[in-house]
């Protein structure tokens, strides 16, 4: 092998070099092998939080500036600040607040990417998957799997806004985007609001049913009230997680595993003074205040960010960067993050401070 005509602290040679790989359509790895295998993960987007009554203005302007129809999705996307131009929560999430009001329908399509809507206010309005509708109060959860036809409509008075989240970041990356819209304005319906949580939702399963370990759960629609319950319950049974307090996941009831296949989602009861250990992990994080008012510290050092939150307020908690919060009051906290795609790709790790 020949020694090389250069030392390695030749600047100009290395630049000459450099210039001459790329014009062959080649980069030196050296050059960027720190960036791509760094010691512990290095995120680029920031702890923020959005307030939702700054917002919710806004979303109601949108409704004159546009019609569901024209827009298809009238949404406003959160965009972290630390992404700037890339329109994603976190470096593999999308999320946006929706909005639809009395008398609208949000025409029925498909994608590839996966979706989650967790209601954040008014009621009348549905969500219908697969020609079933699921009527959505506040609190609720409610999934689109992948290319599953759905649509929106909204029968009752007042507006209602939930917060989407979606895989979208992660299906682009691996150049898989695909859509498609209906040629109807709305899916057939096919079955009654609620069968499917009624036949797979209750602990229990049809007599023969045989789930496809490839298809979506059978069960898109998770009610806030019992959810709920089951938090309080368990919390005055205790005891409370240092990191969680009483956190429960959302899970497919025929396989357990997570609702969605490449996001996990949340439900977190924090009792009134109650303060979370910091806690972190490789997967970013979109969070809703449900209930009550506390705050939430992001980082450490200088990348630190405190805010305090309320009912509706939206924040995001990039990978690796511990949080943690503080309940003034009672406090529920829904979350959704990019564990789930992760942990079947062996990446998923967590860092607790217990």
Known sequence: MQAPRHDASDGDGKELFGRRAERAGAVPLWTFFKEWFPGEPRSEAVGHLWRYDQL???LLEAADVISADAAERRVLALENPGLPGRRTVTEALY????????????????????ALRFIIEGRGAYTAVSGERAYMEPGDFIVTPSWTWH????????????????DVPLVRFLGTGFSEHHPQKRYPESRPPGDSRRRYGSNMAPAGYRRDPHAASPVFSYGYAAARETLVGLAANGPLDPCDGIKLEYIDPTSGGPAIPTISTFLQWLPAGFATKPYATTAGTVCVAVEGHGRVTIGTGDRARSFDFG???????PSWQPVQLVAQTDAVVFSASDEAAQRKLGLWRERRDS
């Open 311 to 317: 009912p509706r307020d939206i924040w995001a908690v």
């Open 151 to 166: 649509e929106h409509g909204h029968e009752g008075d007042g507006p209602t806004v939930w917060l989407d989240v979606l």
């Open 95 to 114: 999320a946006g607040l929706q909005l639809i009001v009395p008398g609208e329908i949000a025409p029925s399509h498909r994608h590839t990417a996966a």
């Open 56 to 58: 919710r203005p806004l």
